[in-house]
């Protein structure tokens, strides 16, 4: 099984104005589970989120679609990096954005898909 792994930089030293950002996000991302809410340790302006979200379709073809239909909800603004191929059965695909993103508040955010560790 296949899960997106985020991050999301907060410009917020504030630990409220954080959690209200996060379940921003989580209302449109839906699924999503916590997996840290601190303080940034190399800037105290920002807030680290971080977060991953299993995926419904196991499908090469089918996740590509799943993840871009995610990352659209933040923004049309994505660098991202493809695979070689596709047919590989876990290849990698990860992105960041830094600009365009819909979210008040948000400076950053990075996913990158990974492999379910249980």
């Known amino acids: 099984?296949?899960?997106?792994?985020?991050?999301?930089?907060?410009?917020?030293?504030d630990?409220?104005?954080?959690?209200?950002i996060r379940?921003?996000?989580f209302r449109e991302l839906k699924n999503c589970e916590l997996v840290s809410c601190k303080a940034y340790w190399k800037d105290n302006s920002l807030y680290e989120l971080e977060f991953k979200q299993k995926l419904e379709e196991q499908e090469s073809s089918k996740i590509i679609i799943e993840v871009f239909s995610k990352v659209i909800?933040?923004?049309t603004s994505w660098m991202?990096?493809?695979p070689t191929s596709f047919k590989v059965e876990n290849f990698e695909?990860?992105?960041?954005v830094?600009?365009?993103i819909k979210f008040n508040g948000v400076k950053w955010i990075s996913f990158m898909l990974q492999d379910v560790i249980e």
């Open 73 to 75: 909800l933040f923004s």
């Open 15 to 20: 630990s409220e104005k954080a959690k209200v």
């Open 93 to 96: 695909l990860s992105g960041l």
């Open 80 to 82: 991202i990096d493809i």
């Open 98 to 100: 830094d600009s365009g």
């Open 1 to 13: 099984m296949r899960e997106l792994y985020w991050r999301v930089f907060v410009n917020t030293n």
């Open 23 to 25: 379940n921003s996000i």
